[in-house]
């Protein structure tokens, strides 16, 4: 994660603008707060939404690795959520992926459309659910993994003792059924509250010098 760390915080000294620097606060804020309400599921673990879609959306997808990271790396030493040693894999998880799937799936369904069109909040809503799901799939993944890389010298798993068979298939599950609806909607309600009072915050895909001439305009 140090790399693109590194290079995200260079891309936000560059792109983002003055007025969104509390935008960014505030984004490592909500998913701080968000985050921390786990619901519980069946087999005795929990889930939770990120909100990790709506700021790759708002702010840009290197924003939101610095956002949601930072709101993780917190977690982690205040509260023992996630844990210290597996900073580095929820960061790439929800800090990586979910930002940039969500800012790649919002912008293709999208398109050209205005900003203040439905179709836009519809993508939002979808953008969420796509990011949330991939992001618990590759979690799934890794925890699959942990019985083939950490043992005793009996062969006994020393971490998770489920493997992909199990991991995989519980963490989809859950989330495709649940948890990413509840990012979905939290993307959509957010995103069209902004899209209402204050549209240019939604204009990050734009061209630098159209998103300048539109503010101007207004």
Not at 57 to 77: D, K, R, Y
Not at 89 to 111: E, L, Q, R, T
Not at 113 to 138: E, F, M
Request: hydrophobic share 55%; charged share 10%; glycine share 10%.
């Amino acid at each position: 994660m140090f790399p693109i760390w590194i290079y995200a915080g260079r891309r936000l000294s560059r792109e983002l603008r003055t007025r969104q620097v509390p935008l960014l606060a505030l984004a490592a804020a909500f998913s701080f707060v968000i985050m921390m309400f786990n619901l519980p599921i069946p087999g005795g673990s929990t889930g939770h939404a990120v909100g990790g879609a709506i700021v790759g959306i708002v702010l840009g997808p290197w924003a939101g690795v610095i956002a949601i990271s930072v709101a993780l790396i917190l977690q982690a030493l205040i509260f023992g959520d996630g844990g210290i040693t597996a900073i580095a894999a929820n960061c790439f998880n929800m800090a990586v992926v979910m930002p940039f799937a969500a800012f790649y799936v919002y912008k293709i369904i999208s398109g050209s459309s205005a900003i203040a069109s439905q179709k836009r909040v519809v993508a939002s809503a979808i953008a969420g659910y796509v990011s949330l799901t991939l992001a618990a799939g590759l979690t799934g993944v890794m925890f699959g993994i942990q019985p083939l890389l950490h043992t005793d010298a009996g062969g006994m798993p020393l971490y998770m003792p489920y493997g992909l068979n199990i991991a995989l298939p519980a963490m989809l599950a859950e989330h495709v059924l649940f948890f990413s609806f509840v990012e979905a909607i939290v993307t959509a309600l957010i995103f069209a509250y902004i899209q209402k009072t204050d549209p240019s915050l939604l204009m990050y895909d734009s061209p630098t010098s159209k998103r300048l001439a539109k503010g101007a305009a207004a």
